[in-house]
């Protein structure tokens, strides 16, 4: 039996609810992990199926785990912060419970942050898409800088690139600085959280697959509904005013949140929004001339829309991969 260090290096959250199917596996992943000082805080957002039984199994045979339930928040922000109530590492991790690690992603990252300057406060990493239904797989490479540096312009402007929490490992301070993730988004409170921290600490990328990111039929479908959708984009729009000052510096990155509302539009069939979205995206960002494809392809229709954009998403992944 794994006994528990009184004071661990790396605090490791894994919020979860009734992913039962995935979750043993995800705890899997922290406690094969090559680095061995961590704790493991599985926090069950009030789950129905058989989670309790399955952490409680797998806590008897190692003591770093600690389970907490909570009623359903019915929300994924509230079991994160509940979970860093209860953190005592110098270093903060998330694992998303559908999702796994590889075993040397925690040793290389505390050894990148451990030997990083102060200005850094995150640590990412390669990560590998996998479809649990086709089994098809692709690589995102954040900041897509081969050697693996990844300075805060490059961080900011490409943020779009990174995928959730589980691909880092973040200093608490980084924190005590920005705050937890803010309970009034339910969408983007990752992006908002990843930007806040841009804003003030620098970020370092291992270049190597540290992660397997699942896609699945809980989170591979787009949210259709009218009022889901509404809500991403109040969500976008509430990140653009908590973030006037980051936007108003990166106008690259103020794009990318404009072509995303306009996205959301288009799935709401609303292209005359759309398109004045896509107008201050050019506006923010002339020199790309997607902006000019995707407000061309508004006047074709929702699918063509859509189509243009996931054969640009496949050529992107494709070059991508050529790069491994």
């Not at 005359?272 to 107008?279: D, E, K, Y």
Request: hydrophobic share 40%.
């Amino acid at each position: 039996m794994h006994q528990a260090n009184t004071q661990p290096t790396v605090s490791v959250i894994i919020p979860t609810y009734n992913r039962a199917d995935f979750l043993a596996t995800s705890i899997g992943s922290v406690l094969n992990q090559t680095f061995k000082n961590l704790e493991l805080i599985v926090v069950d957002d009030g789950s129905t199926d058989n989670t309790k039984e399955i952490v409680e199994r797998i806590s008897a045979r190692d003591s770093r785990i600690k389970y907490i339930w909570q009623e359903n928040s019915g929300d994924y922000v509230r079991p994160i912060n509940k979970g860093l109530k209860y953190a005592h590492g110098r270093f903060i991790a998330f694992l998303d419970s559908d999702d796994e690690w590889l075993p040397t992603k925690l040793e290389k990252q505390v050894l990148l942050l451990e030997s990083a300057d102060d200005k850094v406060g995150l640590v990412g990493c390669y990560v590998s898409m996998v479809n649990r239904q086709t089994g098809q797989s692709y690589v995102r490479k954040p900041c897509n800088i081969i050697g693996g540096g990844c300075n805060t312009s490059d961080a900011i402007d490409t943020h779009d690139s990174f995928i959730g929490n589980s691909m880092f490992l973040i200093k608490r301070e980084v924190f005590d600085v920005v705050g937890n993730y803010d309970e009034n988004l339910e969408f983007l409170a990752d992006r908002n959280f990843l930007l806040a921290a841009l804003q003030k600490f620098n970020l370092l990328v291992v270049p190597e697959i540290l992660l397997k990111y699942s896609i699945h039929g809980d989170n591979a479908s787009l949210i259709e509904s009218r009022s889901q959708l509404e809500k991403q984009i109040r969500e976008f729009q509430y990140i653009l005013n908590q973030r006037k000052e980051l936007f108003g510096v990166y106008p690259v990155t103020r794009s990318l949140q404009f072509t995303a509302i306009a996205s959301l539009y288009v799935r709401s069939n609303n292209m005359r929004q759309a398109r004045r979205f896509l107008i201050k995206a050019i506006q923010s960002q002339p020199a790309n001339f997607k902006h000019y494809g995707r407000f061309l392809a508004t006047f074709l229709g929702k699918k063509f829309y859509r189509d243009i954009g996931q054969a640009v998403r496949n050529l992107s992944r494709s070059m991508e991969s050529k790069n491994k």
